[in-house]
């Protein structure tokens, strides 16, 4: 059974930086790309951030320069590095595997 579990949330500063880890266990982590969403209160589930399995990023428009995601498959780790931090980027945080989801990690930007 795939379990994908996040970490990292908190409260930030706008400008301020935080990243976010996801720990993965049931599947074999190096075959998979994984991805990061986020859901902001009222609205859609949204892709943010994926990895593939050859390190080739992608990323929504809304983070392209301010977020980083990066894998590492020794620890069956996928991490989201967020610098420059909005009060837009509130929302809880998603890693997702294929069909498998975390519970998600809230982050919240305010002053």
């Not at 301020?16 to 986020?38: D, E, K, N, P, Q």
């Amino acid at each position: 059974q795939v379990q994908l579990v996040e970490s990292g949330g908190g409260l930030v500063q706008p400008g301020g930086s935080l990243r976010l880890s996801c720990v993965a266990s049931g599947l074999i982590f190096s075959a998979r790309t994984m991805a990061w969403y986020r859901q902001a209160p009222g609205k859609q589930r949204k892709l943010i951030a994926l990895i593939s399995t050859s390190n080739s990023t992608k990323y929504g428009d809304s983070v392209k320069g301010r977020f980083t995601i990066s894998r590492d498959n020794s620890e069956n780790e996928v991490y989201l590095k967020m610098n420059n931090l909005k009060p837009e980027d509130t929302a809880v945080y998603y890693c997702k595997s294929r069909t498998s989801w975390g519970k998600g990690t809230l982050v919240t930007v305010s002053s």
